[in-house]
């Protein structure tokens, strides 16, 4: 029998992201997404089974009329994964995420307990884990979230692209609002680390992993400080850690 290729998808807010044959692939859901994913699929020719996590039904409905179109498709949701799955224990935080979830899986199966895992993406999450279960975390705004409510206040309130060389302080409508979502994002997380270490102790903090769509912009500054394990894919590596342990 023909093995199945594997795709994992990590339907966010903001985009869609795809890894398969280590390859990555991020689309804008305002884009036309749905001829990029047709167009992977129609060249890869084969037997495959797509897995996916989602944050966001109705790019989640749309994408799974796409593949009921395709016979040689198998779809199956990370979330039944999850109820199967004995890795960690999230049964005392209530409403936790799938992404969260799978984020902290991948980071575990890396190097065990304890463990952070920050994603920077439509919003920030840090989440914690010890002693094979989630502790639980926070949820704030992330960059563009932030970017695109002040738009909504007033136009003149609006940002081109992100520039945080002032950090900060900045002598412009522009830096100042720059310097803002910088210190936003980086105070929040220095501080949840903070805090962390002084209820948890400094081990806590030896395995922290981040990830998602804005940590570029951030990384380095939070480097300075501390041992960061940089995984753009941690979530949809989660994923194939359960397609592993947990399908056939």
Not at 79 to 97: A, C, E, F, H, P
Not at 132 to 157: H, V
Request: net charge neutral; aromatic share 10%; proline share 2%.
């Amino acid at each position: 029998m023909e093995k199945k290729i594997h795709i994992v998808a990590d339907i966010g807010n903001s985009r869609i992201k795809l890894l398969f044959e280590n390859e990555y692939i991020a689309i804008e859901n305002s884009l036309n997404w749905k001829s990029t994913i047709n167009q992977i699929l129609r060249e890869l020719n084969k037997q495959v089974k797509f897995c996916y996590s989602s944050v966001n039904t109705s790019i989640e409905v749309e994408l799974l009329n796409l593949l009921s179109n395709y016979q040689n498709v198998e779809i199956l949701n990370a979330n039944y994964l999850l109820s199967q799955q004995k890795i960690i224990d999230t049964s005392s935080v209530r409403g936790m995420g799938s992404d969260r979830i799978l984020g902290l899986i991948r980071a575990i199966s890396l190097n065990g307990y304890p463990v952070i895992t920050i994603d920077l993406g439509t919003a920030v999450t840090i989440n914690y884990a010890d002693n094979g279960k989630c502790i639980g975390g926070a949820i704030f705004p992330g960059a563009e979230t932030q970017k695109n409510s002040l738009i909504n206040i007033s136009e003149k309130l609006n940002i081109d692209k992100f520039d945080f060389s002032n950090n900060f302080y900045g002598n412009t409508t522009e830096q100042a609002i720059n310097s803002g979502i910088f210190l936003s994002v980086i105070g929040g997380i220095e501080k949840s680390l903070e805090m962390a270490k002084t209820k948890f102790g400094e081990n806590f903090l030896k395995n922290i992993y981040i990830t998602g769509g804005t940590s570029p912009l951030f990384l380095k500054f939070i480097e300075n400080k501390y041992t960061i394990n940089y995984i753009p894919n941690l979530v949809l590596e989660g994923i194939l850690e359960l397609l592993k342990n947990y399908s056939n």
